[in-house]
C-alpha cells in the first residue's frame, strides 16, 4: 500500500514537472534522488529532479533564464564556505542571481579573464607547459629503463596550479607557498567528493567521517592560509608593480567595491546604491573558487583527452600532424610578436582539428557533470503557473554528460569521433557553448550562469595538448596497463583511475 501511494506520488511529480517545464511532448528523463549522488547535501524535504534532455535544458536554462538562475547555496555543506562570523560568504558560484553575483562576475570577466588580456598570460603559460614537458622527458627517460607507464596527472595539476595560483597572486608568491596553495586546496575537494586532487602527493586524508567539525576546520585551516597572502597584496605597492601587463585576480578583488543590498527587487535608484569593499572571508572563498574552477575542470579535460588519443593512434598522428605544421610553419598571416601568435594558432580556423578534439572530449566527458540550479518556493507563481511546487523547493540538475551523449541527437555518442566537428561532419556548427539553434552539448553550462572561464580554459586545454602531442607520442602499455575510461563523478568528472601511458620523445 505504502509504496502504491510513493508510486502515485511520483507520477504526480513528474507529471507536474513536463507540464511545468512546457506543455508539450517533451522527453524527460527525471531521475529521483536516491538514483544519483547528489554531489551537494539537499535540504529536508527538497525534491531533487535530474534533467538528461537537451530540449528540456534548452527551455528551462535559456528560455526560462530568469527562474533558473540560481544555485543552491550550500553545493559544499554550508561549513565550508562560510567564515568564522558564520554569515554568508559567497563566491561567484554560490551567489544568488542579483546585484552581488553580477558585480563580482563583470569583475572576473572583464578585469582579469578578458580576451583583450589573453596575450598577456602568455609567459605564464608558456612557463607551466615548459615544466610539464621537462618533467615527463625526465620521467621518460627513467621509465624507458623499467619500461614503466608514466601518470601524468601529477605533472600537469602542479604546472596548471602554479600557473592559475600566480595569475591570481603574480610573480611574488614562490613555490612553497604556491604548494602550500594547492595542499589547501586538495584539502577542500578530498571533503567535497572525489577529485584528480585525491591521487596528488602530499595530500591529507580528509578529516569528513571521524566525528569532529571537519567542514568548519577546513575553512578555519583556508582562511588562516589565504588572509596573509591576501593581506601581503593588500599592504605592497601593487600599483608600481608590473605584473607583465596581467590584472591579478587578488588585486582586482581588493579594487572592487560591490553593492551593499543584494536585492534586485528593492525599488531604489542604481545611484543610491550603497557599496561596500568586501570581506576578508568573501576574499577566501573567491580565491578559492579562482584556484579550484581554474585547475581542476582544466587538469581534468587534458587528462581525458590524452587518454583518448593514447588509445586513438590515428586521432594522434592526424593531430599532430596540423599541430607540427601549424607551429613550425612559416604563416606569414600570424602576428610576429608571440603572445598574439599563440592565441591566432589556437584559434578554430588555425587548427580545426584540435578544436574538434577538445569539443569531442568534453562532450563525452563534461569535467563538471552537472548544472545545478534551485527554484525557491517564492518563485512558484511567477514560474510554474498552476503547478504546485514541491514543499521545500527543487533542486534542479542537468545532467551535462548524458545530454551530450544522447543518442537521439548524436551518431555513435559513445565513440570518441572528432571528425563530427569538422565542416561537414553532424555537428559542424556546435561549439562549447549553446548556439542559436539550441543545446546539443553544453560543457561550459546554459543560460547566464554559463563558466566565465570557457575562453581561458579552452585556449590552456589547447596549448597544452598542441605542446603535448607535439613532444611526445602518447602509447598504450598493454602488459603493463590499460586505458580505463571509467569516470567518477563528484564536484568534477574525473578518470577513476589516472591515465598511464608510455610517452616517448619525438625525434
Ligand atoms: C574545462 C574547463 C572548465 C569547464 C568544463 C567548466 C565548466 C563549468 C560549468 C558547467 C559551470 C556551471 C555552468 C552552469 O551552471 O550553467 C561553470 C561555472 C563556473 N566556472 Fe567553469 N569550467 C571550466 C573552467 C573554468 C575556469 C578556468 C574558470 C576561472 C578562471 C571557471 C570559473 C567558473 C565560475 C566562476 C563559474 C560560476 C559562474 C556563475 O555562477 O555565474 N571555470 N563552469
Redesign the pocket.
Known sequence: MESLVTLVLVAAFLFATVVFLRRRTITINITPSRARRAPAPLKPRQRLITISDAAVAQRA?VENADAFST?PFALFGKPLITGPERRRSDN??SAPHGRL?RAL?CN?SSEV?HPTRMASLGPLRRAAIGAVVADLRRQSTAAAKGEAALVVRDCLYAAVFSMTARLCFGAAVDEAQVRGMQRNMQEFFLAVGPSPSKKQPGARPTELGRGRDPAGSIRRRQVEFFLPLIEARRQSSRFCNNEGGLRLYIDSLLDLSVPDVDDDHLDVDDNGIRRRALTDDELVSLVS??LG??TE??VA?IEWTLAHLTTNPRVQNKLCREVSCIVDGDDSRCPSEPEEREIQMHHRSAMPYLHAVVLES?RMH???PF??RELRTESEGAVIGQTTMPEGGLRVHFS?GAIGRDSKAWTDPDEFRPERFLAGGEAEDVGPLPGPKGIRMM????????????N??ML??KCFLAALVREFQWTTQHEISSVDLTEIDGFFKVMKNPLRARVTPRA
Request: glycine share 10%.
Open positions: 536554462l544555485r561567484i558560484i553575483w562576475r572576473l579573464i573558487e579562482f574552477a581554474g575542470t582544466v579535460s568534453l563534461p569535467t563538471v548544472a545545478m551535462l560543457p561550459f553550462g546554459a543560460g547566464p550562469r554559463y563558466c566565465p572561464g570557457m581561458l580554459a590552456n586545454i
